[in-house]
């Protein structure tokens, strides 16, 4: 099977800091894949990586997605060619609705794939239909994105915004922090509806919690900037009970 | 064509417009046509061209007809300098429910120009909720400097609603400056809506001197999309208690516009609110200058007085500056100020770009939702959206011409 995401010897720093040093990781459609790893080790600056934050700064390695090289592409561009970011803190745009973001989002999607822009009555069809899949009011659309909302439904806003776009490769950067045992479960629901045989998701979370409801077919450990361990679905277990501390010791005995 | 007039569009014969077209008889070599599309079903145009009022234009109105009856708002004082209105022919195209009328009526032709003023008045206790509006329009290019008076008097208890439009159509050089009286008396209300739409060469020096009384109510909107150069001074005055007083203002400008924007507002009265919105979008090598000055007098106790200015630079090369002064003299009052100057959001753009938006409409929407803020002020829906519709026409740069019609206009 050909691979969605090839990641080689991936290096980033933000500010002058080496945060990524040497990522290897190959993702292929249909799986699940989770990233844990303790605070500071480089799993958000790897999503920030794949989504095209200008902040960050690749300094050696290649990203493939499809084939294509993805570290030349703009983050827009990243999105129509399939990559979806699902932020870890969703960011408010006071003034700017739900309806008109989304819509706008769809519109530029489809304007890229040489399809016409969906009329008021189309998108609204769908956008009820996407925003069922997270339970989602449907008066959330007229409010400004993400403005006032909590943390659930900033995280469910997400998914929405994810069921919408139809994403290849979607990567969902601690889309559990903040969210209670209800929500976690809507949210999880989502995602899984929205998998399918085609497209492929990278969750990074710090906990099992999320896991047992979004189960991974492959776990990684990232520690300092590298993937220190990659194993089947019970490393999460591992973690969970275990902590990082035994593996940390292994990889600085080994390394 | 002179990259100046950029947002002139083509001088073609228009396609059939849908709102009312008046012919421009002014102009002997043209055959353009003006359209403006604020109007609203029912509302009640005057032009001023050059300087000149054409009161039969006030019959150029769409819908329902009731809204032209003799009923007389406004009404021009005898010219001062004692010359009887012209009487000439004119044509006047209108398009009731899309069946295309020509009528022929008689035209009063005055000047408005300095010491003749326009007069507005809205009689006492009358309501009028259908939106008076005056469209100003600089063409004449042997006439390139005016200047002109509009009074505007909501008497006691009454209601009002005026448009104001200033546009340029030729490309000269035009210097306007226009002093705008308002006079809100006892328990009236009165919403005052200016939009400004003129090209890169014109200067437009507006002077608002507004009174508002006991128990009345006063609003503005000054949606400034374009000019060479404004300047914006409004002084106002809150003189009985219980009045309340609202000015919102909205200013886009790039390339190497220069707006200026003073406001005096003066508390004279106790338990007096007065609210101040003023947000503007620069790009290019744009310079804003925004004073703002509260002053409460000594015995103006219980004032409640608040100011903001938010400034956006999309380039930078453009320039803001803010500078809000509070005098108070009373001692039991609530008064704040705000400034800020800022670019656009850093994170807010690269979430958008995340979910496929593209760099340029990013900016774009980041812009309008910054304006919206001013804009949701408009009370009257249909104006606010056609309003919105065109600050985004004006953020897109297509500028504001409208894409049906050969004219600049709004």
């Known amino acids: ?255 | 064509m002179d990259n100046n007039y950029k947002y002139l569009g083509n001088f073609t014969e228009p396609k059939d417009c849908p709102n009312a077209l008046l012919s421009n008889t002014l102009q002997n070599d043209s055959h353009g046509n003006f359209k403006c599309r604020v109007p609203l079903k029912n509302t009640r145009q005057y032009f001023v061209v050059d300087g000149m009022l054409r009161e039969g234009d006030s019959f150029v109105c769409s819908g329902n007809d009731s809204a032209c009856s003799n009923d007389k708002i406004a009404e021009c004082t005898d010219s001062a300098n004692g010359k009887e209105p012209v009487q000439r022919e004119f044509s006047v195209h209108t398009r009731l429910d899309k069946v295309s009328t020509k009528l022929s009526m008689p035209e009063h032709v005055r000047g408005i120009e300095k010491g003749n003023p326009l007069n507005i008045n809205f009689p006492e206790g009358k309501v009028v909720e259908n939106l008076l509006q005056i469209i100003a329009i600089r063409t004449n290019p042997q006439k390139t400097e005016l200047k002109y008076d509009i009074n505007i008097t909501a008497q006691k208890n009454s209601l009002g609603k005026v448009v104001l439009c200033s546009h340029t159509l030729a490309e000269e050089k035009f210097l306007t400056a226009e002093n705008i009286n308002i006079k809100v008396c006892e328990g009236a209300t009165l919403d005052f809506l200016a939009m400004q739409n003129e090209h890169n060469l014109s200067s437009h020096v507006t002077h608002f001197t507004i009174e508002v009384c006991k128990d009345a109510t006063f609003h503005l909107n000054l949606i400034t999309l374009h000019g060479g150069e404004i300047n914006n001074n409004i002084e106002t005055y809150l003189t009985g208690e219980h009045a309340n007083c609202e000015l919102d203002g909205l200013y886009l400008a790039d390339g190497k516009q220069k707006i200026k924007t003073e406001i005096n507002l003066t508390h004279k009265a106790p338990k007096c609110n007065s609210l101040q919105l003023f947000k503007g979008i620069l790009g290019g090598e744009a310079v804003s200058n925004f004073s703002g000055e509260i002053l409460v007098a000594p015995d103006a106790q219980k004032t409640e007085a608040y100011q903001s200015n938010n400034n956006l630079l999309t380039s930078d090369t453009a320039r803001a500056t803010s500078e809000p002064h509070l005098i108070i003299y009373a001692d039991d009052v609530k008064c704040s100020h705000g400034a800020t100057v800022g670019s656009l959001d850093e994170g807010e753009l690269f979430y958008m770009r995340s979910r496929g938006i593209n760099v340029d409409e990013a900016k774009l929407l980041q812009q309008q939702a910054f304006a919206y803020a001013v804009l949701e002020k408009i009370s009257n829906e249909e104006l606010r959206s056609r309003l919105s519709d065109l600050v985004e026409r004006r953020l897109r740069g297509e500028f504001t011409h409208c894409s049906d019609c050969s004219k600049h206009c709004c």
């Open chain 1, 1 to 255: 099977m050909e691979n969605l995401l090839e990641i080689n010897n991936l290096h980033a720093t933000i500010s002058g800091k080496e945060i990524l040093k040497g990522i290897n990781l190959v993702v292929k459609p249909g799986e699940v894949h989770a990233i844990m790893g303790p605070n500071g080790s480089g799993k958000s600056t790897l999503s920030a990586v794949l989504a095209g934050n200008e902040n960050y700064i690749v300094t050696d390695g290649t990203v493939k997605f499809m084939g294509k090289n993805l570290l030349e592409m703009k983050p827009e561009e990243r999105s129509w060619a399939g990559i979806f970011l699902g932020f870890q803190y969703p960011v408010e745009i006071p003034g700017v609705t739900n309806v008109n973001f989304m819509k706008t989002a769809v519109n530029e999607h489809r304007k890229e794939k040489n399809l016409p822009a969906l009329s008021a009555a189309e998108y609204l069809k769908m956008m009820r239909e996407k925003m069922a899949i997270v339970q989602m009011d449907p008066s959330f659309s007229s409010r400004g994105v993400n403005v006032g909302f909590s943390g659930g439904e900033k995280k469910r806003n997400e998914i929405f915004q994810m069921a919408m776009l139809d994403p290849t490769l979607a990567i969902l950067d601690e889309t559990d922090s903040g969210l209670d045992v209800d929500a976690l479960r809507i949210v999880a629901h989502g995602v899984n509806k929205l998998k399918t045989n085609n497209n492929a998701f990278i969750v990074i979370t710090h906990y099992q919690r999320l896991l047992d409801y979004i189960v991974p077919d492959i776990v990684h450990v990232l520690y300092k900037g590298k993937i220190i361990k990659t194993a089947g679905k019970e490393l999460a277990h591992i973690v969970e009970t275990k902590g990082y501390d035994e593996m940390i010791k292994e990889q600085e005995e080994n390394g």
